[in-house]
């Protein structure tokens, strides 16, 4: 297997000068109301930027918030900003359990969560479930693909234990594969993990990993808001009994040398995936809210702020 998406070293500062040159540039557009941090930079090399921008509601900014970065700032951010107006902003912290949010520019807002009890309870269910179900989507390709996209990887590994605890689960082998995964994050920019170590290290917890899914949907099924959706333009979700997944298409060989940020772009455009999965689509009214927000959210976006990402489910539909 092949590693691309390797780990920069970079220090705090750098981030905080990125952040700081953002939120300049943003702070000046009239519509903007606010920008949060959410979370933090536990390993500064490996750890992204999440910045959240509210805007006044029905305001359109079309502009690429990115557009003037550098190269350390994409590098930095590595996706887009999240943009939502007021009102959607306010109505996300109802459905998601975001934390850590710092006020960088402008007015304070109420960040509290005010879904009750039973609410949080299937929701954080539904958050967890989707987040497993999407990682596996995501090593699914990187197997097929035979290419490890490692900082996207510790990214993904750091954030299982809180699923696991969404879920009150503690699948001990799989535990000890994430915790080693964690101490390969922890210690990749130190110069003390190899290649081979990583290697050797995804494909024992590929395997456990696709059997601890195979077993928690034979007692959960994610809801979803159809039976039957894509994704991504190649990659189609679907009901099915157990967990499984198919692939038609071909991979270029390490031979053709294609560079490591077109790599995944190129195959994407030869390779189609179906993924099976147990879904259901009678949702509580709390998770039927959650899609129809997810819905409304993601066409407000495309009209209004086209360059900003969507707090919302991490198995949105491809549209």
Same mark, same amino acid.
């Given at each position: ?12 500062? *750098? ?35 999440? #910045? ?40 996300? #912290? ?31 269910? +539904?958050?967890?479930?989707?987040? #497993? ?8 390709? +990187? ?22 605890? @969404? ?37 024992? @917890? ?48 390490? *031979? @053709? ?25 009678? *949702?509580?009214?709390?998770?039927? *809210? ?5 819905? +409304? ?17 991490? #198995?949105?539909?491809?549209?």
């Amino acid at each position: 297997m092949r590693i691309v998406d390797i780990p920069q070293k970079f220090n705090e500062d *750098a981030y905080y000068k990125v952040m700081d040159k953002q939120v300049e540039v943003l702070s000046k557009v009239k519509g903007v109301k606010s920008i949060y941090q959410i979370g933090g930079l536990s390993t500064p090399g490996i750890s992204d930027i999440d #910045l959240v921008v509210v805007f006044e509601d029905d305001f359109t900014y079309d502009l690429n918030p990115r557009s003037n970065n550098s190269d350390i700032g994409n590098y930095l951010f590595t996706h887009g900003l999240y943009g939502a107006s007021e009102t959607h902003f306010k109505s996300c #912290l109802k459905f998601t359990f975001f934390h850590n949010f710092r006020l960088l520019y402008g007015q304070d807002i109420d960040l509290k969560n005010h879904t009750k009890g039973s609410d949080q309870s299937l929701l954080k269910e +539904q958050i967890a479930l989707e987040f #497993l179900f999407k990682m596996y989507v995501n090593l699914v390709v +990187q197997k097929a693909y035979k290419t490890i996209k490692l900082r996207s990887l510790f990214l993904h590994i750091k954030a299982l234990p809180y699923d696991f605890e @969404f879920l009150n689960i503690h699948p001990e082998g799989l535990i000890e594969l994430v915790d080693q995964g964690i101490y390969l994050r922890n210690n990749w920019l130190e110069g003390k993990v190899s290649k081979k170590d990583i290697k050797e290290w995804f494909n024992q @917890f590929f395997k456990a990993y696709e059997l601890f899914l195979v077993s928690l949907f034979n007692d959960y099924s994610i809801y979803a808001p159809a039976l039957n959706f894509k994704i991504a333009p190649n990659i189609e979700i679907n009901n099915a009994n157990t967990l499984d997944f198919s692939k038609k298409g071909f991979v270029i060989p390490d *031979a @053709f040398n294609v560079l490591d940020k077109k790599y995944f772009k190129v195959l994407n455009r030869l390779n189609d995936f179906r993924v099976d999965v147990p879904l259901k689509v009678d *949702a509580p009214n709390i998770i039927d *809210a959650y899609f129809k927000y997810a819905d +409304q959210v993601g066409d407000y976006n495309r009209k209004h702020l086209p360059y900003f990402m969507t707090l919302t489910s991490s #198995l949105k539909v491809y549209k």
